[in-house]
C-alpha cells in the first residue's frame, strides 16, 4: 500500500535560517512526489514535483527538494525561511503505474517562521 | 494551471440535511477529484468525477453519501447527504489538466468549510 509519512508536526525556524520539512514514503513501483502548501482558509497550492531526471527539484518561491530513492525521502528546503513562509506543507506521493491520478497525502507539517 | 471556483466557501448546517458544493474550473479538464480534509488531517481522495459517467469511488465512501456529477468538461458537484457532525470538514475539488494522469499536476480549489450541528 502507498504511504506518505511527515514525521515533524511543526518545524519551527527563524526568518533567514534554512529550513527544511521532511517526507518520506512507500509505494510499490516508482514514486512521483509532490509538494503543496495550505495557507490558512485557503486550498493547496502546488510548490513543485519529481517525476524523473534530476533528483534535485526546483518550485516556486525559492523552495526546492531532493528525492532520495535509498532513503525513500522527499525533503523540502529553502535556503532562507521568510515569515510569509509559515503555512501548512503536505506532501503526497502517487505511484507511477497508477492509472487513477490519486494521491496520497501526508499529514501535513506546520511550519512557524518567526522574525 | 486552472483557476477552480467552489460554491459555498463555507456553510453550517443541520443533521439531517444535505448540501451540495460545486466545483468551476476556467478550462476543460480531463480529470476531476472531490478530496476530504477532516479538522487537523490530512487530505483523503473521497471520488474521481468521470465525465459522462458515473464517479469512481474510494474505499469507505458510497455513492448514497456523497452522490457526484459532472455535467461537463468544466463543472463538477458533490453532494453530502443526510450530514452528520462527522461531516464537517473541508472538501475540496482538484483538477488534472494534462492528458498524462499518473505525472500530471493537480490543482486545488480554495475548499468549502462545512460545520454540521
Known amino acids: 500500500a502507498q504511504s506518505v509519512a511527515q514525521p515533524e508536526d511543526q518545524v519551527n525556524v527563524a526568518e533567514g535560517n534554512p529550513l527544511t520539512v521532511k517526507c518520506t514514503y512507500s509505494v510499490s513501483g516508482n514514486p512521483y512526489l509532490f509538494w503543496y502548501v495550505q495557507y490558512p482558509n485557503r486550498g493547496l497550492q502546488f510548490l513543485l514535483k519529481y517525476i524523473t531526471g534530476d533528483n534535485l527539484v526546483k518550485g516556486s518561491y525559492g523552495f526546492e527538494a531532493e528525492f532520495n530513492k535509498s532513503q525513500t525521502s522527499f525533503h523540502l528546503k529553502k535556503p532562507s525561511a521568510l515569515v510569509s513562509d509559515s503555512a501548512l506543507y503536505f506532501c503526497?506521493?502517487?505511484?507511477?503505474?497508477?492509472?487513477?491520478?490519486?494521491?496520497?497525502f501526508g499529514q501535513g507539517t506546520t511550519l512557524q517562521v518567526k522574525p | 494551471s486552472a483557476v477552480i471556483s467552489q460554491k459555498p466557501s463555507r456553510d453550517i448546517c443541520q443533521r439531517g440535511t444535505s448540501l451540495t458544493i460545486q466545483c468551476q474550473v476556467d478550462s476543460q479538464v480531463t480529470m476531476m477529484f472531490w478530496y476530504r480534509q477532516q479538522p487537523g488531517q490530512s487530505l483523503t481522495l473521497i471520488a474521481t468525477?468521470?465525465?459522462?459517467?458515473?464517479?469512481?469511488?474510494e474505499s469507505g465512501f458510497v455513492i448514497d453519501k456523497f452522490p457526484i456529477s459532472r455535467p461537463n468538461l468544466t463543472f463538477s458537484t458533490l453532494t453530502v447527504s443526510n450530514m452528520s457532525p462527522e461531516d464537517s470538514s473541508i472538501y475540496l475539488c482538484?483538477?488534472?489538466?494534462?492528458?498524462?494522469?499518473?505525472?500530471?499536476?493537480?490543482?486545488f480549489g480554495p475548499g468549502t468549510r462545512l460545520t454540521v450541528l
Open positions: 503526497a506521493v502517487r505511484d507511477a503505474s497508477s492509472n487513477t491520478g490519486k494521491l496520497i
Open positions: 468525477a468521470n465525465q459522462g459517467s458515473e464517479a469512481t469511488y
Open positions: 482538484s483538477v488534472s489538466t494534462g492528458t498524462r494522469i499518473s505525472t500530471d499536476t493537480q490543482y
